[in-house]
Nanobody, 124 residues
Framework: DVQLVESGGGSVQPGGSLKLSCTAS????????FGWFRQAPGKEREGLAS????????YYVNSVKDRFIISRDSVKNMVHLQMNSLKPEDTAMYYC??????????????????WGQGTQVTVS
């Protein structure tokens, strides 16, 4: 099993930056990919970025392309999401996720098996 814990959320003014972190523990060797998602009240869950743990590929949804960067630290079992040029519409609960079998862009949350508890990001 894999446990995920997010950190780094908070409140920021428009145009500001935040760096979210996801720490994986447990049987982390089974995790082959990670993703970042968000969900605002009354809206569908949205896939933002994903990364393969072998470092081969990263993927982004258009709404955050050129503003957000996903990265990994294999030694520390961590995944990060650097968020720049934040906008009010970025306000949401942000989640990290992991899966054992991975293919494609993995921007759909339905393919992930493990999820963190979320961290709130508010841009106002």
């Amino acid at each position: 099993d894999v446990q995920l814990v997010e950190s780094g959320g908070g409140s920021v003014q428009p145009g500001g930056s935040l760096k979210l972190s996801c720490t994986a523990s447990g049987y982390t060797r089974v995790a082959k990919c990670f993703g970042w998602f968000r969900q605002a009240p009354g809206k569908e869950r949205e896939g933002l970025a994903s990364i393969y743990t072998d470092g081969s590929s990263t993927y982004y949804v258009n709404s955050v392309k050129d503003r957000f960067i996903i990265s990994r630290d294999s030694v520390k079992n961590m995944v990060h999401l650097q968020m720049n040029s934040l906008k009010p519409e970025d306000t949401a609960m942000y989640y990290c996720a992991a899966n054992t079998h991975c293919s494609g862009s993995l921007l759909s949350g339905f393919v992930y098996s493990y999820w963190g508890q979320g961290t709130q990001v508010t841009v106002s």
